[in-house]
Structure formats: C-alpha cells, structure tokens
C-alpha cells in the first residue's frame, strides 16, 4: 500500500478503546452476514440497499473514530517531533480514501 511513518500507534489503544472497535466491528460483521442470508432468500432490493447503507454508515463511524484517535495521538506526536508535514501527509492520503 505505501511506506508508512509506523507500523503501532504512538500511544496503545487501551482496552476499552479496543473493546469498543471489536464490538462495532462484530455487529458489523454480523450485518453483512445478515445481508447475504437477505440476497440469499431473495429479498426485495430495497430492503438489502437499506442494510447496505447502514453497513456503510457503521463503517465510516468507524474509520472516523480511527481517524480521530490517529490525529490526537499520532499526528499530534509527530507535529511535536518534529514529523509533522509527512504525519499530515500520510493522513490526507488515508483521508481520501473515505472520500471515494
């Protein structure tokens, strides 16, 4: 994908950040599998659209708490340090990612 600054945060996630992401993560996985029983029994389109929007939705949330903690922690590390541009760099270029 690309050379990144690190390979671990700067700063641990703590449990409970990593309980909270694990749980989205999961209903999530949970929604998908619900989708393909949906596509599976046949079920009118729209209804699979909605679930699919809200996958969606639940992923974006998701990222954007990713993005929230990354830019706190590690970006604000890397300003202090001196890595500032090339931290703000690196986000923009994930950042467009969730634009696409």
């Not at 994908?1 to 996985?29: C, F, V, W």
């Not at 992923?59 to 340090?81: D, I, P, Q, Y």
Request: charged share 30%; hydrophobic share 35%.
């Amino acid at each position: 994908m690309g050379e990144y600054l690190h390979d671990q945060p700067i700063t641990p996630r703590t449990d409970s950040e990593k309980k909270a992401l694990l749980n989205r993560l999961k209903r999530i996985e949970g929604q998908v599998r619900g989708i393909q029983n949906m596509v599976e029994e046949d079920r009118y389109c729209v209804d699979v659209l909605v679930q699919l929007s809200a996958i969606n939705a639940a992923l974006k949330k998701v990222g954007f708490t990713m993005a929230e903690r990354h830019t706190k922690h590690c970006v604000s590390h890397a300003v202090k340090s001196g890595e500032g541009d090339a931290a703000i760099e690196e986000l923009m270029e994930v950042m467009k990612q969730f634009s696409k």
